[in-house]
């Protein structure tokens, strides 16, 4: 099961954290993902994290802004959002993928939280 927290309302140019609280299983040899969905839009990859070494990937759109980490102790992922502009209005998944792999496409991934909204004001 994940749980995803931390959305909220912020100006442009300001800062957010998500989290996404892993239970049920280990995660170890996941990857951890963030999508996110604006309505009428697909889902877009955001970055992920493959938990067992931390590497990371992220989508065009977030590079130099946004960067994802995990914490083992807690089995927890975060995504430490900076710079936000008006664009990166969306709800935002975390989602898990039992691959080594740290893939773009959503089908990959096969355990997903609820959405939590992100809104950025101009």
């Known amino acids: 099961q994940l749980q995803a927290s931390g959305g909220g309302l912020v100006q442009a140019g300001g800062s957010l954290r998500l989290s996404c609280a892993a239970s049920g299983r280990t995660f170890s040899n996941y990857i951890m993902g963030w999508f996110r969905q604006d309505p009428g839009k697909e889902r877009e990859f955001v970055g992920a994290?493959?938990?067992?070494?931390?590497?990371?990937r992220y989508g065009d759109s977030v590079k130099g802004r946004f960067t994802i980490s995990r914490d083992n102790a807690k089995n927890t992922a975060y995504l430490q959002m900076n710079s936000l502009k008006p664009e990166d209005t969306a709800v935002y998944y975390c989602?898990?993928?039992?691959?080594?792999?740290?893939?773009?496409?959503?089908?990959?991934?096969?355990?997903w939280g609820q959405g939590t909204q992100v809104t950025v004001s101009s």
């Open positions: 989602a898990a993928a039992r691959s080594w792999r740290v893939g773009v496409r959503k089908d990959e991934y096969l355990y």
């Open positions: 994290i493959r938990w067992s070494d931390g590497t990371t």
